[in-house]
């Protein structure tokens, strides 16, 4: 249900509309699929090299967030516009590419061990498909008829609600040329990671294997104190406009 609830805040439906800005697409690819995965791997190395530990670490960092990231950025004076229309095309991404990043990062004998592939995938199957799959359809209920947006509203309310990445975020605004509001949200993008999608996996590993579930939800509790952070740092200290109009026309 929990997975459910926050589906439902993606627009699962409209994901055609993630590529009118094409920019911002590339920088947030660039970002959460490409460089970070890079700093992932290389702090791996530093890592202790318990295959439990680096699993959990893996699982919670690989994938960007689809949900509270919308909530934040709008805090964080970014661009909700772009931030709702990129979170379909990042779920989807992710759940594409997750598999792989954990087959390349970890090694061969603890992979296969700690997944089982062939045992997991039907439970992965059930507790990511099947909410995804009633979300899309509860989505398309919702559009079908005026004033049942409200029902989207309310489960926003059912989801139980750090990577330090905000300078890849400014390089990539830089070089790609983005308004500040566009790399806000894209350092809220980077800075927050996808729990409550990558759980359901570490739920469903073998005994012995419970501290990769344990490492992914204290995760959530450190992200939330470093949001708090990040929307007094972003706007004022990372991606500062020079006008004071231009900040509060961001906000808005």
């Given amino acids: 249900m929990l997975l459910y609830a926050t589906f439902?805040?993606?627009?699962?439906?409209?994901?055609?509309?993630?590529?009118?800005?094409?920019?911002?697409?590339?920088?947030?690819?660039?970002?959460?699929?490409?460089?970070?995965?890079?700093?992932?791997?290389l702090m791996l190395q530093w890592l202790p090299g318990d295959p439990v530990l680096r699993l959990g670490v893996l699982l919670v960092l690989l994938a960007p967030c689809t949900d509270?990231?919308?909530?934040?950025?709008?805090?964080?004076?970014?661009?909700?516009a772009r931030a709702i229309a990129v979170t379909p095309l990042n779920l989807l991404a992710q759940l594409?590419?997750?598999?792989?990043?954990?087959?390349l990062m970890l090694p061969v004998v603890d992979f296969n061990v700690a997944l089982q592939i062939e045992d997991?995938?039907?439970?992965?199957?059930?507790?990511?498909?099947?909410?995804?799959?009633?979300?899309?359809?509860?989505?398309?209920?919702?559009?079908t008829k005026l004033g049942r947006s409200v029902w989207r509203e309310q489960l926003g309310w059912w989801s139980v609600s750090l990577l330090a990445a905000a300078l890849i975020a400014r390089l990539l605004t830089r070089m790609l040329r983005l308004p500040m509001n566009s790399g806000r949200t894209l350092a809220l993008n980077f800075g927050t990671r996808n729990s409550f999608v990558v759980l359901p996996f570490a739920l469903a590993l073998p005994a012995g294997w419970e501290m990769?579930?344990?490492?992914?939800?204290?995760?959530?509790?450190?992200?939330?104190?470093?949001?708090?952070?990040?929307?007094?740092?972003?706007?004022?200290?990372?991606?500062?406009?020079?006008?004071?109009?231009?900040?509060?026309r961001d906000c808005s």
């Fill in 8 to 41: 439902v805040q993606v627009p699962l439906l409209h994901v055609r509309d993630v590529f009118r800005d094409r920019r911002f697409v590339l920088a947030s690819l660039i970002g959460n699929f490409v460089l970070i995965p890079l700093a992932i791997w």
């Fill in 68 to 80: 509270w990231f919308i909530t934040f950025t709008q805090l964080g004076c970014g661009n909700t």
């Fill in 96 to 103: 594409l590419l997750l598999p792989f990043y954990l087959w």
């Fill in 120 to 143: 997991m995938l039907p439970t992965a199957l059930v507790l990511i498909g099947v909410p995804l799959l009633a979300a899309a359809f509860t989505e398309y209920w919702i559009e």
């Fill in 212 to 248: 990769t579930a344990v490492i992914i939800v204290f995760q959530s509790l450190v992200e939330l104190f470093g949001m708090v952070f990040y929307l007094w740092w972003l706007p004022d200290r990372v991606f500062k406009e020079t006008s004071v109009a231009v900040i509060e």
